[in-house]
T-cell receptor
Framework: DGGITQSPKYLFRKEGQNVTLSCEQN?????MYWYRQDPGQGLRLIYY???????QKGDIAEGYSVSREKKESFPLTVTSAQKNPTAFYLC??????????????????FGPGTRLTVL | DAKTTQPPSMDCAEGRAANLPCNHS???????VYWYRQIHSQGPQYIIH???NNETNEMASLIITEDRKSSTLILPHATLRDTAVYYC?????????????FGKGTSLLVTP
C-alpha cells in the first residue's frame, strides 16, 4: 500500500537534546512538507521541499533543520535552539502539477504524525 | 493566498446534513477552494476542492457562491465518525509543491 509513514508515534526527550523525526513516503511524490500543530491550533509550516536536495523555510523554521537526500525521505531535526518543541508534528507529500491538469495533483497526503514531548 | 473565516465550532445530529460555511471574500480568480478535515490526533485528510462550479464526491459536496466569496461544505448524512476539525483553504494551483495555509478550522461535533 502506498502512503506516508512517520516514526515514532510518541517521542520523549530531555530538554537540550536534538531529536530527529522520520518521514518516509512511497507515493513517488516530489514535494514534501513538515507542519507543527499546537493544542487547539491549526497547522503551521516548518519546512518544505519541492525536489531532492532542495528545501525552503516555512513560517516557523527557527530551531529546526531538514535534509532531502532521497525522494522518499524528509527527516526533521528539532534542535536544542527550538525554545518550545513540545508539539504534534505532521509530515505531508504531494505531486506538483501544472495548473489545468487537475487540482488533484496539488492534494497533500499526510502521515499519522509524531507527538513530541520535551521533559 | 486569500484569507478564510470559519465558525470555531458547530454541532450536528447524526444522520442529518452538516453544512459548514467558509468566507473567503478576498479570493482571486485563480484561487481554488480546498477542504480538509482532521480527526483527533491524526493527520489531515483531503475532502474536496473546487474553483467555481459545485463539486460532489463520495465524501461531500462543495457549494461555491456565484461571486466566489463564500462556500459551504455539505456532509449529506453525518455520522459520529465525521466528528473532526474541518479546514477551508484557498490557494492557487502551482506547478511546484505549495504548502497549505491551515487556520483553526471548524470543530464539528456529530451527536447521537
Amino acid at each position: 500500500d502506498g502512503g506516508i509513514t512517520q516514526s515514532p508515534k510518541y517521542l520523549f526527550r530531555k530538554e537540550g537534546q536534538n531529536v530527529t523525526l522520520s518521514c518516509e513516503q512511497n507515493l513517488n511524490h516530489d514535494a514534501m512538507y513538515w507542519y507543527r500543530q499546537d493544542p487547539g491550533q491549526g497547522l503551521r509550516l516548518i519546512y518544505y521541499s519541492q525536489i531532492v536536495n532542495d528545501f525552503q523555510k516555512g513560517d516557523i523554521a527557527e530551531g529546526y533543520s531538514v535534509s532531502r537526500e532521497k525522494k522518499e525521505s524528509f527527516p526533521l531535526t528539532v534542535t536544542s535552539a527550538q525554545k518550545n518543541p513540545t508539539a504534534f508534528y505532521l509530515c505531508a507529500s504531494s505531486v506538483p502539477g501544472l495548473a489545468g491538469f487537475g487540482a488533484q495533483y496539488n492534494e497533500q497526503f499526510f502521515g499519522p504524525g509524531t507527538r513530541l514531548t520535551v521533559l | 493566498d486569500a484569507k478564510t473565516t470559519q465558525p470555531p465550532s458547530m454541532d450536528c445530529a447524526e444522520g442529518r446534513a452538516a453544512n459548514l460555511p467558509c468566507n473567503h471574500s478576498t479570493i482571486s480568480g485563480n484561487e481554488y477552494v480546498y477542504w480538509y478535515r482532521q480527526i483527533h490526533s491524526q493527520g489531515p485528510q483531503y475532502i474536496i476542492h473546487g474553483l467555481k462550479n459545485n463539486e460532489t464526491n463520495e465524501m461531500a459536496s462543495l457549494i461555491i457562491t456565484e461571486d466566489r466569496k463564500s462556500s459551504t461544505l455539505i456532509l449529506p448524512h453525518a455520522t459520529l465518525r465525521d466528528t473532526a476539525v474541518y479546514y477551508c483553504i484557498v490557494r492557487v494551483l502551482s506547478n511546484s509543491g505549495y504548502a497549505l495555509n491551515f487556520g483553526k478550522g471548524t470543530s464539528l461535533l456529530v451527536t447521537p
